[in-house]
């Protein structure tokens, strides 16, 4: 059901609408237009104000918010106000307060709370000073090929048979076999002496060569001693420093 229009003249919704176009500095030109001839705003001129449903009516004209030059205004009320574009500009400048992530350089000041090193690219990083760090993998790998400069092997003085370990040396005083290790690697090394008094200890091969041959070495020489290095499989064994 529709209002029916009610002409209002120089009622209060006139004073009011006199007082709404002071408030915003004037009218436009559009309000103005349809304001001419309403002796109730502008005395001068003779003009017919109603209202119905959809609310003022001019001369049979709705006045609308364009009239008041508020074509750019929402009909919302603050609570239900969408994120401008410019607030949403400097939202994006900000960082989350749960899990935030930062660019550039971040500065705090006082106390901050909920920020882990996780969260600036340092999860794997131990808080402990220089001298108190433990030895990496990298380094330990990098020790594993050193030898101390004050290393002393372990001497073994065998009278039953045995099977060597590498970087150790085999004192003989008897007739016994020495087996050398099965996977020894480049630069491995035994070292062998033969106190036994006779010229018939055996090193055997265990599957490698020894100086190039596919067969067990046997001591011939009586007080004979050296080292034996591992080559690779192509040679085997060699004998340094007889």
């Not at 990298?138 to 372990?154: C, H, M």
């Not at 067990?216 to 040679?235: C, E, H, K, P, Q």
């Amino acid at each position: 059901m529709s209002v029916p229009p009610r002409q209002i003249g120089d009622s209060v919704l006139s004073r009011l609408l006199r007082e709404a176009i002071k408030q915003l500095g004037g009218m436009s030109s559009i309000l103005k237009n349809k304001l001419s001839g309403n002796p109730a705003i502008m005395p001068s001129t003779k003009s017919k104000i109603t209202y119905d449903s959809k609310g003022l009516v001019i001369n049979g004209e709705d006045l609308t918010k364009e009239d008041f030059g508020l074509g750019e205004v929402d009909n919302t009320s603050d609570a239900d106000k969408p994120i401008s574009a410019l607030t949403q500009d400097a939202l994006d400048l900000k960082a989350n307060i749960l899990a935030p992530t930062f660019t550039g350089i971040a500065t705090f000041i006082g106390s901050v709370e909920g920020i882990d090193k996780a969260m600036v690219g340092l999860g794997n990083v131990e808080n402990t000073s220089d001298i108190e760090k433990i030895i990496s993998a990298s380094t330990q790998d990098a020790l594993d090929l050193k030898q101390d400069l004050t290393y002393n092997y372990p001497v073994n003085v065998i009278s039953t048979a045995t099977n060597a370990t590498v970087k150790e040396a085999y004192v003989f005083t008897s007739n016994v076999t020495l087996t050398l290790p099965s996977t020894p690697l480049s630069g491995d090394w035994i070292e062998v002496s033969n106190l036994s008094a006779t010229p018939s200890p055996i090193i055997a091969r265990n599957g490698k060569k020894i100086v190039g041959l596919e067969e067990n070495l046997t001591i011939d020489t009586a007080y004979a001693g050296f080292r034996l290095v591992f080559t690779g499989d192509s040679l085997g064994w060699t004998i340094i420093g007889q």
